[in-house]
């Protein structure tokens, strides 16, 4: 399944779960000359769990400069329960991650990128995972957090690998050996082959040569129209 809207999305880690950078492109092609910040917005089409009961969906927020190395993406994950309209907002612990409706939230780090994108329920729709990836206008970082959230405790998790030496990490989903923890790829850039990773909410990294992903849920189409975005100056 895809995460995106785009028939061919482009994704700065060829990521199997692509974030929307054809529209973020896009947006940037225009002229900003107001010395005010002018946003633009994106909403992820929404990952329905299993049993139908619940949507998660992304809102992206790029707040467009003069300059680019100034401007500024920041994401909030939302989940709605379907039966009663409930939303309930998600905000990773990544380094870049913010809540774009706090006041000025964005304003504090220009030129971070932080996207986030639903990527899977659990079997039993109890667990949401999504993809959190970062970077920075104008430099070559550029990594996935995986980003678990637990239903029935309203607990949070983000999480990348650790004790391994690393410059890209790549979220695939849930480890099909390890159900609880999490499969990434991860290696050095200009590396051939990067071995798969699985980790668990505290961060422990195994070694998963021969696992693969997993993921449950189904991809469906917002109710907004065209690339699912909006602006607002």
Wanted: with cysteine.
């Amino acid at each position: 399944m895809t995460s995106s809207s785009h028939s061919h999305p482009f994704d700065p880690l060829n990521s199997p779960y692509p974030v929307p950078w054809n529209w973020v492109t896009a947006m940037m092609a225009e002229t900003v000359a107001s010395s005010t910040p002018v946003f633009r917005y994106y909403r992820s089409q929404s990952l329905i769990s299993p049993n139908g009961d619940y949507a998660a969906y992304s809102r992206i927020q790029l707040q467009l400069s003069n300059s680019f190395t100034q401007n500024r993406i920041a994401s909030i994950l939302f989940v709605e329960d379907l039966q009663t309209g409930e939303l309930q907002t998600i905000t990773p612990a990544a380094p870049f991650a913010d809540n774009p409706f706090v006041a000025d939230a964005v304003l504090n780090q220009p030129g971070t990128i932080a996207m986030l994108i639903p990527v899977a329920w659990s079997e039993g729709g109890e667990r949401l995972l999504a993809r959190e990836f970062e970077s920075m206008f104008g430099s070559s970082l550029a990594s996935d957090f995986a980003v678990i959230w637990e239903r029935h405790s309203n607990r949070t998790y983000t999480l990348a690998p650790t004790q391994i030496q690393y410059s890209n990490a790549v979220l695939l989903g849930w480890s099909q050996t390890y159900p609880s923890r999490v499969l990434f790829r991860a290696g050095n850039m200009g590396d051939e082959d990067w071995p798969l990773y699985a980790v668990d909410t505290s961060g422990q990294t195994t070694y998963a040569a021969e696992d693969e992903p997993i993921t449950f849920g189904q991809v469906t189409s917002s109710n907004w129209a065209g690339p699912q975005g909006y602006s607002c100056a």
